[in-house]
């Protein structure tokens, strides 16, 4: 799968390449058995406001339902 994004918000077009750098060139399965504790592993709570983080974990939703909606069609 190969993923694209962008936003009105510089910040969050930033944040939204961090998972898309990760899933870009996996398989569906293969990113939706990736559990990433998004926040912590980046520390992102620390540095971003609670709306950024908003807009970011909705791009990781994105992602992961279109991953979801390429298995259901197979």
Not at 37 to 47: I, P, R, Y
Request: glycine share 4%; aromatic share 10%; proline share 3%.
């Amino acid at each position: 799968m190969y993923y694209r994004a962008s936003s009105d918000s510089q910040i969050v077009a930033g944040l939204i390449a961090i998972p898309i750098f990760i899933f870009n060139e996996q398989s569906p399965t293969e990113i939706l058995q990736t559990q990433i504790d998004w926040l912590q592993a980046f520390d992102l709570q620390e540095h971003i406001l609670s709306t950024r983080l908003t807009g970011f974990e909705a791009g990781v939703k994105k992602i992961r339902k279109i991953a979801e909606d390429c298995l259901a069609q197979l």
